[in-house]
C-alpha cells in the first residue's frame, strides 16, 4: 500500500491556481497533465488498507460539515448516533459521487468521438481522466461496502436524466456543471482528510480522490474559459443560466434524506432541519467559494437572470453577492 505522506503539503495540493487571463495553449496543458498522470497515480485497490478494522470512535465525515450539525435534531443524537449519521451520510456521497463520475465519463467519451481527438495529447489525455475516474468510482464502492451501508439509489427520473447526459450538447454548462460536483467534493475531501476524528479508511481514500482530482479540475476550469471564448453572448447567456441553477441544487443533493432514518429520524423531518439549519448557508458558501470566486472572474456569474437564481442558491461568498446585486 502507498503511503501519502507530507499532510501540510498535501492539503495545499491541487488547489487550482488556473486563472481566466493563465489558460494556455490545450495541446500544452494536456501534456503536462499526462506527465502527472503517469508520475502521480494511484490506485484504491491496493492503496487503501481494506483488511484493516474500522477504529472505534471515530467519525467517517468531518461532523461539522454534516447536514444536522447546529440544530436541535443534532444536539439531541447521542455520540453514537453521531457516528452513525456521518456514517450514511459519507455513503449517501460516495453513492452520489459514483453516478456524477459515471455521468462525467460519458461526456469524456462523446467529446473524444465528436472532436476525433483520440491521437491529439489534449483527446490522449480525456481518455486517461475516463480511466481515473472508473478506478475512483470502485473506490467509492470498496467504501461503501466497508460503511456496511446499502448504495443510497435516487428514483428512476433521476437516473433516467443521467442517461440524457449522452444526448445533451457539450458547452460551457456542462463543464461548469462537473467542476461544480468536483470542486464541492474535493474542498469537503480536503477537510475531513486532515481530521484525525475521521476513520482512516475515508482519510485516505480521500487524499487519493484529492491529489488526482486536481488534475480534472485544472483540465476543466481551461477547457472552460476557452468554451466562452468561443461562443457569443445569447449562448454564453443560456449557459449561465443552467449553471446557476445547478448551483441551486447542488449542496442539497449530496445528503440522501433517506441516511436519517439510520438515526430514527423521518426524511423529511430532517431534510426539513437540514434546509432551515443554521449553518446551512455558512456551509454551503464554504464548499463553493474556491469555484464561485473563479466563474465570477470569468464572467460566467454575470447578467441578471443568473444573478437572480444564484441568490437563491445561499451559496454565494458576501462580497460577490454584493456586486452582483450592485448591477
Same mark, same amino acid.
Given at each position: 500500500?502507498?503511503?501519502?505522506?507530507?499532510?501540510?503539503?498535501?492539503?495545499?495540493?491541487?488547489?487550482?491556481?488556473?486563472?481566466?487571463?493563465? *489558460?494556455? @495553449?490545450?495541446? +500544452?496543458?494536456?501534456?503536462?497533465?499526462?506527465?502527472?498522470? !503517469?508520475?502521480?497515480?494511484?490506485?484504491?485497490?491496493?492503496?487503501i488498507d481494506w483488511d484493516a478494522p474500522v477504529v472505534?470512535?471515530?467519525?467517517?465525515?468531518?461532523?461539522?460539515?454534516?447536514?444536522?450539525y447546529g440544530t436541535k435534531l443534532w444536539d439531541k443524537l447521542t455520540q453514537e448516533q453521531r457516528i452513525e449519521l456521518t456514517r450514511n451520510e459519507l455513503g449517501s456521497v460516495l453513492s452520489f459521487g459514483i453516478y456524477v463520475e459515471t455521468g462525467l465519463s460519458a461526456?469524456?467519451?462523446?467529446?473524444?468521438?465528436?472532436?476525433?481527438?483520440?491521437? &491529439?495529447?489534449?483527446g490522449r489525455y480525456a481518455l486517461t481522466e475516463v480511466s481515473e475516474e472508473a478506478r475512483h468510482s470502485t473506490m467509492f464502492g470498496r467504501l461503501v461496502?466497508?460503511?456496511?451501508?446499502?448504495?443510497?439509489? #435516487?428514483? +428512476?427520473?433521476?437516473?433516467? *436524466?443521467?442517461?440524457?447526459?449522452?444526448l445533451a450538447p457539450l458547452g460551457? /454548462?456542462?463543464?461548469?456543471?462537473?467542476?461544480?460536483?468536483?470542486?464541492?467534493? @474535493?474542498?469537503a475531501q480536503r477537510e475531513s482528510m486532515m481530521d484525525e476524528t475521521v476513520q482512516p479508511h475515508a482519510r485516505q481514500l480521500m487524499k487519493i480522490h484529492v491529489l488526482e482530482e486536481a488534475r480534472h479540475i485544472t483540465y476543466a476550469r481551461e477547457e472552460l474559459v476557452r468554451q466562452i471564448a468561443e461562443r457569443g453572448p445569447v449562448s454564453n447567456a443560456f449557459?449561465?443560466? *443552467?449553471?446557476?441553477? !445547478?448551483?441551486?441544487?447542488? #449542496?442539497? *443533493?449530496?445528503?440522501?434524506?433517506?441516511?436519517?432514518? /439510520?438515526?430514527?429520524?423521518?426524511?423529511?423531518?430532517?431534510? #426539513?432541519?437540514?434546509? &432551515? /439549519?443554521?449553518? #446551512?448557508?455558512?456551509? !454551503?458558501?464554504?464548499?463553493?467559494?474556491?469555484?464561485?470566486?473563479?466563474?465570477?472572474?470569468i464572467g460566467f456569474l454575470d447578467g441578471k437572470f443568473t444573478g437572480r437564481l444564484l441568490r437563491m442558491s445561499r451559496a454565494m461568498p458576501d462580497d460577490i453577492l454584493a456586486e452582483i446585486k450592485s448591477r
Open positions: 500500500m502507498t503511503t501519502i505522506d507530507q499532510p501540510t503539503a498535501l492539503h495545499e495540493a491541487g488547489a487550482s491556481s488556473v486563472r481566466g487571463k493563465s *489558460v494556455g @495553449d490545450r495541446q +500544452k496543458t494536456a501534456q503536462r497533465l499526462l506527465r502527472s498522470a !503517469a508520475e502521480r497515480a494511484y490506485d484504491g485497490e491496493v492503496d472505534p470512535g471515530l467519525y467517517w465525515t468531518t461532523p461539522q460539515r454534516t447536514s444536522l461526456m469524456l467519451w462523446r467529446q473524444v468521438v465528436e472532436q476525433n481527438g483520440g491521437a &491529439t495529447d489534449h461496502n466497508k460503511l456496511g451501508v446499502e448504495p443510497y439509489t #435516487y428514483p +428512476k427520473f433521476a437516473t433516467r *436524466v443521467i442517461r440524457l447526459l449522452g460551457p /454548462s456542462g463543464l461548469g456543471g462537473l467542476l461544480l460536483v468536483e470542486e464541492v467534493l @474535493d474542498r449557459h449561465r443560466g *443552467v449553471f446557476a441553477l !445547478a448551483v441551486i441544487g447542488i #449542496y442539497p *443533493v449530496l445528503f440522501n434524506p433517506k441516511a436519517y432514518r /439510520s438515526v430514527g429520524i423521518h426524511p423529511l423531518r430532517g431534510l #426539513y432541519a437540514f434546509l &432551515t /439549519s443554521p449553518n #446551512y448557508r455558512e456551509n !454551503a458558501t464554504w464548499v463553493s467559494e474556491p469555484l464561485m470566486r473563479f466563474m465570477h472572474e
